[in-house]
């Protein structure tokens, strides 16, 4: 028998409502059965804790006296580059921005160790972050250069708003060079000399919901250790991806745009990082919980790791693709297993996501949960699903005129 958000909603205020995370789940429904795991559980809680480039943060600093205009203007944070090109004391700094006066940058990006992702750990750690500006003056903003201090506890708002984050599956990365590659997917030694992955797996949010029928605008999740909510379809989200006969996405396929207040995050779970020969970026906390509407629901919370395909993708000319054409497809129980087979070669596999992290934060979700402190948001309507028509495209170069 189906069930509702409703009813599920009122079992957790009653503090009667049955939630597990997704690894639990898996036992639940191999001993029970989904039938009966759905009758049995409310809700199935998950957690990932990885690399998340495209996330950033908008922040209103407050006016200062006499007033400033920072839109138009060059502002840094800690000397790394934020968007200005808002209002006057609104501001966005990516967690991929870095410092404009570090030479490095021109040269080999990533050998640094500091930039956006880290400015906004700084601000949820409670650190002072120091905030200069130059700008042009106008007669109703006539201020034209600002430096000071600032931090979390003064600025009047200071929200995330990341426009992909929770890959729904991802590329295994491979170099198949005779040389050293630095990559997003971190160093890539050659003649496979490893094989990096970035995934939670069987405890991954979408990979718990594969075509997305609880999970929309307005869902409510874990982000950064505080409350956010789902705003839609992330960037670059791509339900048309090949799947198993289960639904279960054999490469990328979704991804979330989300949203939530810095201010009740923990620098515990936003975490900057320098990836050398990359850049910068910011480690994401990230849970979903998901109801058990149904039988069907039930079984897909049960998705395992031997269940879970990746493509192995050679990054050293062969990325980015969309058309299948990896050098093997290679389950996460092997990868979490610390060695994979490329082209008959053993191949040591290298997780770039904390699987241990991801555990504690669907357990915390659950506890939230279970003791009423989280209600589940009923999305106002679903993510674009692999029938939608919705998919991914690569840019198609045009020469401008001459």
């Known amino acids: 028998m189906a069930k509702t958000y409703a009813e599920i909603n009122e079992k957790i205020r009653r503090g009667e409502a049955v939630v597990v995370t997704a690894e639990e789940m898996i036992d639940v429904v191999k001993e029970k059965g989904a039938r009966e795991a759905a009758k049995r559980v409310d809700v199935v ?35 790394v580059s934020a968007y200005a090109g808002l209002a006057a004391v609104d501001l966005y700094i990516g967690v991929a921005a870095l410092p404009e006066d570090d030479p490095r940058n021109q040269v080999f990006p990533g050998e640094f160790s500091y930039g956006g992702g880290h400015v906004i750990e700084d601000l949820t750690a409670g650190k002072d972050v120091r905030l200069e500006a130059v700008t042009y003056g106008t007669d109703c903003y006539p201020r034209k250069r600002l430096a000071t201090w600032i931090s979390l506890a003064d600025v009047n708002e200071a929200f995330l708003f990341n426009p992909r984050n929770g890959y729904q599956n991802y590329n295994v990365a491979a170099n198949l060079s005779d040389k050293t590659i630095y990559t997003y997917m971190g160093v890539l030694k050659p003649r496979l000399g490893n094989a990096n992955y970035c995934s939670a797996g069987q405890l991954s949010p979408l990979l718990n919901d594969p075509t997305y029928r609880t999970i929309g605008p307005g869902t409510r999740i874990f982000l950064g250790g505080g409350v956010g909510y789902v705003v839609g ?13 289960n639904q279960v996405p054999r490469a990328g396929a979704g991804t979330m745009a989300v949203t939530g207040d810095l201010k009740g995050m923990s620098a515990e779970w936003l975490r ?28 897909q919370t049960a998705v395992s790791d031997a269940g879970i395909k990746a493509q192995v993708i050679d990054y050293s000319e062969a990325y980015p693709q969309i058309k299948p054409g990896s050098l093997a497809e290679v389950s996460y129980a092997e990868l979490k297993a610390g060695e994979i087979s490329v082209n008959g070669q053993r191949v040591q596999t290298v997780p770039l996501s904390s ?48």
């Open 355 to 402: 699987y241990p992290a991801a555990r504690r934060i669907a357990a915390i979700l659950k506890d939230w949960v279970a003791s009423g402190r989280f209600l589940l948001n009923q999305p106002a309507e679903t993510l674009p699903g692999p029938d939608s028509g919705y998919g991914f495209k690569l840019l198609k170069e045009r020469p401008l005129e001459p």
């Open 45 to 79: 809680t998950t957690g990932t804790f990885g690399a998340m480039c495209s996330s950033g943060a908008f922040i209103n600093i407050g006016h200062a006296r006499p007033r400033i205009k920072l839109g138009g203007g060059r502002v840094t944070l800690n000397g």
């Open 272 to 299: 900057g990082a320098s990836f050398k020969g990359y850049g910068c970026t910011l480690i994401v906390g990230l849970g979903v919980p998901i109801p058990v509407l149904d039988e069907e629901l039930a079984a």
């Open 233 to 245: 379809a992330g960037t670059q989200h791509n339900p048309a991806a090949p799947r198993t006969e």
